[in-house]
């Protein structure tokens, strides 16, 4: 009896069990790889697990893979030996390698074979273009996105008496010097990334940062930032430097930028609109701030920011299903209400005029916590973009980034005459660039 | 160094190695030998075609007065590097074994850094070591400009140094440990008893008996520092400032690994092995020449 | 050990108590950082005394990164490594300081050249080798024109492809090789004139002294193999097969824009994957005993 009865128990667990496994079965799989890590990773975790949950047919299996960069590098490993994902998270810096590889599939292409429900105009051309080939195709999805904006600090405007944000770069460092008489010991902060003072100055301020429409139309592109508006930005920086009222904040002095902002120390920086959340939860409770758009000098007019973050690219080589799946999840994500979720857990900006639309019409910016995010929207739209503006296709960027980097640092440091500094970056950028065009000779960019 | 006693059967020397040489032919040189064709070309990182280039990478290389300063600056890393963390695990080993009270709980606490993970290492040391706000903060505050790694490239090189260091110390006092105690204990009685004091014993009898751990700790070590050190500067220095910590390994990373140039990262990778290989091979001519193993 | 020393004694300590000191500060900053909450460990100073959040900054990461299960994973990859290793090394030492051959110094070379090429160098082709073992052998094979069949054989997500690579390095050959040398002729003379082979002087003579260098060699081992994470993070797609270093690496934030530093939970995240090493050795410090064979001639 007894035996019998565990039996029968053993049975319909046996049942119970092969009936989930076959449900699990049946369900359309495909892989996805994401670059993110910390808590960003957990929110790719949670947008895969909100799509695995909102239908039956389809699950996506997703691998954080520890970092960009890694995730770049294990995606090339992978499929040298065949065994790659059918998604990936790929960040901007990377975009020219996907572009030149041969070894994706074109997104557009995707949303025609597989007759998705895209509107490629809904995105935010600047935005689009940044990921689109200079034809105008988008080839990747993009997906965690943002621009960059300032960051002030309002009590320590209010010393010199005013209440609004500097619209120029002359202002601003106006302010600065007021300030800095009015007994603000620090009233900006920098580091030596080149996102914020070289990319997003340039294409604000319309300045090419190489010839060919910054790489867009050829392999055999030269950088020329050293000869543009940059050049100048970067001696007034050093001299704000020298007269003590500008900081270097980096992680190796103890304080990044960030930092040094949200205890109140700084009274101004230049970051990310995916900061703000960081910001907000860091800053002493005490601290006044406010975000405004990057400041431009005087006799420029305004062109729209850049956007950073990743897009994700589909991979060829894989089969019609994983590909139907896969096309499900970029769908599921597009959604207004995933983009509502995604600016809700992180600094991240929506990136289609409809998701924007949506935001608004739910109060989304109302919101102390989120206010202010709308600038990001501002800058990136504040134009069309021209032919500077709509983004950087330069191969092995990173490593030209690493070598501007170190040159800066010298002339920040004291070592080199800013000048002489970025002539050299240049110099040694233009070789990463020519072995670039030698790796890939014999292909064009699309 | 050969044995005077040896073993004949040919066939049981082949089999006994058989699994190291199969592990590393599979494992190690079949790929190394498609990374060292890499070296000779320029390899898209999606593989594809590739284009033979002979020696173009090699000459780029030694063109490059960025590369020559990254030799210069592994050389000093591994030298003071080896030099600080073999003096010190060598001190501290000695000590321990003397098996003093308490001994149990220093050979466990000292071991603690090797443990731990390279990102909260660089987090700690980042802390301890940051100008403005940990421990040196109070020091700088009381002698301004005495210490900033950021801007000051031999404060960054102290730095990674110390950093590096820090963990090889564990690694190093471990391996001391157990050559100290397989010295026999009826050796360093018998000393004893013709009235050899402790510090004399020391020198005497355990430093010299500790050569052969000693070589080899110092071939693992140099070659530690200069193959195996990306970690320690991305977490604190990053190679800056202005290049001052740019190690040759830190470069074969970024380039090969970050920027994805597969040639440049192989062919980088080459001169690095031929100078490990070299420095082993004078180590093994000249350093082990004075060992005596018995 | 036999005399008073005082003096010398009070010495020792303060020496050895420096390098505790050295050792631990590092890891008591860790700590500190572990228990504080998300606001007070990203102050500039953080606080030097540990904050109330012990048990939240724990459990939490506990959980989130699934610990109980992925140390299982890394404990058998870290033992698979560290039996592997000992075992072979100690034969290929042996092959390489017992017997007279030519080809032994090659071998000798051969296998030591390992240690000197940055794994990131080769990951790529590595990679390759691993999603198809035999592909060298079948290459090699097309090359001599024989046309054998040879199957592939994929180790990504499986222990033996997280084990057998990192298994194929030098340091334990070159361990055991300079203890070996300093083993006396005599005991090899005797066991041969009592008539016994190689094998049986290997078991029953050569390993019983390497005792405290194998336990040397198994910690550190051990440890190595557990804080691997750049290699389980190319080979493992499969969740289930995570090891905890890999966990630690997806928690640990980067050097990105808007990303909130959880260093607390990082924090905590890294000691309690140093856990299990600190055992390790607690176990391995049982063999760390001195003179317990006299080798003396």
Known sequence: MQIKSLFAGAATLLAL??????????????????????????????????????????????????????????????????????????????????????????????????????????????????????????????????????????????????????????????????????????????????????????????????????????????????KTKFADYMKDWKKLLDEGVARIQTAQVGKTALQAFSDGSCASFLSSVASHGVVQATAVPTLNWGLAMLPVYEGFTRQNSLVGGASLWIMSGKSQQEYEAAAAYLQFIAKADEALWMSTVTGYIPITNSAFKFLNEVGFYNNPKFAGRELAIQSLTATPPSPLSRGIRLGNFTQIRAEIRSELEAAFTGRKDMQVALDDAAARGNQILRRFEQTMRGRQLP | MDKRVTFKSLWLAGALIAPQMLLVFVFFYWPASQAFYWAFTTQPPFGGVNEWVGLQNFREIFADRVYWNSVQVSVLFAVASTTLSIVMSLVLAVAVDRQLTGYRTYRFVLFWPYAIAAPAVGLAFRFIFAPQAGFMAALNDAFPGLWNPAVNGGHAMALIVFANSWKMVAYNFIFFLAGLQSIPRSLLEAAAMDGSSVVRRVFDIQLPLLAPTFFFLLVINITETFVDSFGIVDITTGGGPARATDLMVFKIYSDGFKALDYSMAAAQSIVLMTLVVCLTFIQFRFVERKIHYK | MIERTPILNAITHVIMLIGVVVAVLPIAVVFIASTHDF???????????????????????????????????????????????????????????????????????????????????????????????????????????????????????????????????????????????????????????????????????????????????????????????????????????????????????????????????????????????????????????????????
Request: glycine share 6%; proline share 6%.
């Open chain 1, 17 to 226: 069990a092969s009936a989930g496994s076959a449900e699990a079965q049946n369900r359309i799989k495909f892989d996805y790889w994401y670059g993110l890590t910390g808590q960003l990773g957990e929110i790719m975790e949670a947008h895969c697990k909100r799509f695995n949950e909102s239908q039956t047919k389809y699950e996506a299996v997703c691998v954080g893979q520890g970092g960009y960069d890694t995730a770049e590098q294990n995606t090339i490993a992978a499929y040298r030996s065949r065994q790659h994902p059918t998604l990936v998270q790929i960040y901007d810096a990377g975009t020219v390698n996907f572009m030149l590889s041969g070894a994706i599939y074109p997104a557009n292409k995707l949303v025609d074979d597989f007759k998705l429900n895209v509107d490629w105009k809904d995105y935010f051309p600047g935005v689009a273009n940044y990921y689109a080939t200079s034809k105008g195709d988008m080839w990747s999805f993009p997906y965690n996105s943002s621009t960059a904006l300032m960051y002030w600090n309002k009590d320590a405007w209010a010393k010199i008496g005013k209440t609004t944000a500097p619209a120029t770069i002359e202002e601003w460092f106006g302010d600065l010097r007021k300030m800095k008489a009015a007994g603000v010991e620090c009233a900006f902060a920098f580091d030596y990334d080149t996102w914020m003072p070289l990319e997003q100055f340039s294409a604000i301020h319309n300045q090419p940062i190489a010839t060919k429409n910054n790489g867009y139309d050829g392999l055999d592109a030269e950088l020329v930032f050293n």
């Open chain 3, 39 to 297: 606001r007070t460990v990203n102050m500039v100073p953080m606080p030097l005394w540990p904050g109330d959040q012990f048990f939240e900054n724990y459990a939490r990461v506990w959980e989130k990164a699934d610990f109980g299960a992925k140390m299982i994973n890394s404990l058998i990859v870290a033992v698979g490594v560290t039996a592997g290793k000992i075992v072979i090394a100690a034969l290929s030492a042996f092959a390489i300081v017992y017997f007279k051959y030519r080809l032994r110094m090659v071998f000798f070379w051969l296998i030591f050249i390992t240690l000197m090429l940055p794994l990131e160098v080769r990951i790529v082709p590595t990679y390759a080798v691993v999603a198809d073992t035999l592909s060298p052998f079948r290459t090699i094979l097309d090359f001599l024109g024989l046309p054998l069949f040879v199957p592939e054989v994929n180790l990504l997500n499986t222990y033996t492809g997280l084990i057998l690579p990192l298994v194929a390095t030098a340091t334990g050959t070159f361990l055991y090789r300079q203890f070996f040398l300093t083993i006396p002729d005599e005991l090899a003379e005797a066991a041969k004139m009592d008539g016994a082979g190689p094998i049986r002087f290997f078991l029953e003579v050569l390993i019983p002294l390497s005792k405290t260098n194998m336990a040397a060699l198994a910690t550190i081992m051990f440890v190595y193999a557990w804080n691997q994470y750049l290699w389980p993070l190319l080979v493992v797609t499969d969740q289930d097969m995570a090891t905890a270093t890999m966990q630690l690496k997806k928690i640990v934030p980067g050097p990105l824009f808007g990303q909130p530093p959880i260093w607390n939970e990082a924090m905590a995240a890294t000691l309690l994957v140093m856990i299990p090493p600190l055992l390790v050795v607690i176990f391995m410090q049982g063999y760390f005993v001195r003179g317990l064979v006299n080798t003396d001639k």
